[in-house]
């Protein structure tokens, strides 16, 4: 497929804010497929969050006074952002980052 082709069909593609940006492009601002897709990406890949590893959930620990629910709360959404999680990562980090004691026990010696 050719620059001109590719150029015209690229707005196709896009919707709300996207189209938007495109729309806004100064006229004859175009003159390659490399142009758009280069300008494009500036303007939209620094939006992207980054998915995190697993081994960032190390990093999510109860805080001194907070609730052990809110530190599950807290654990949970972070695991959200993560790809490929495991069960077995997910339940080290979050035992590793619990301060009660007597809750860890519980989830540690509880059998599966």
């Known amino acids: ?9 690229f707005p196709v593609t896009l919707a709300g804010p996207a189209i938007h940006w495109f729309n806004a492009l100064p006229q004859g601002s175009v003159t390659t497929f490399s142009d758009i897709s280069r ?12 998915a995190k590893h697993p081994i960032h ?5 109860e805080r001194n006074g907070e609730p052990t629910r809110k530190y599950l709360d807290r654990f949970n959404d972070e695991c959200l952002e993560i790809d490929g999680l495991t069960d077995s990562v997910a339940s080290l ?20």
């Open 39 to 50: 300008t494009f990406l500036a303007q939209f890949t620094t939006r992207i969050t980054k």
């Open 57 to 61: 959930l190390l990093g999510v620990t």
């Open 93 to 112: 980090c979050l035992t590793n980052g619990l301060l009660n004691e007597d809750f860890r026990k519980h989830l540690t010696t509880k059998p599966v």
């Open 1 to 9: 497929m050719g620059d001109e082709v590719r150029c015209r069909t």
